[in-house]
């Protein structure tokens, strides 16, 4: 099987679009509506993708569907804390 190449983050992030939107609505569906798109990009981009080489498609979107919920509102925690100063 031939290995998908991107060029770019923004290549990358279209691509992963639709995993990404399904996490957000799964989120919704389990009464957590704060959590959006981006911040789940950002996490998975900065927190569990940053020390890792060579991931595949599938690991990708593995991840943005299988991290728990826990894990993003722990980020989302992390960050509103450190935007407010506390």
Request: hydrophobic share 35%.
């Amino acid at each position: 099987m031939n290995d998908i190449k991107f060029n770019s983050l923004n290549e990358l992030y279209t691509r992963l679009l639709p995993a990404l939107n399904t996490k957000v609505n799964e989120l919704k569906l389990n009464g957590i509506s704060y959590i959006k798109v981006d911040d789940i990009w950002d996490y998975l981009r900065m927190h569990k993708w940053n020390k890792s080489s060579n991931l595949t498609l599938s690991e990708c979107v593995d991840d943005i569907l299988n991290t728990s919920d826990l894990e993003y509102k722990k980020y989302m925690k992390n960050k509103m804390s450190s935007i407010l100063g506390g």
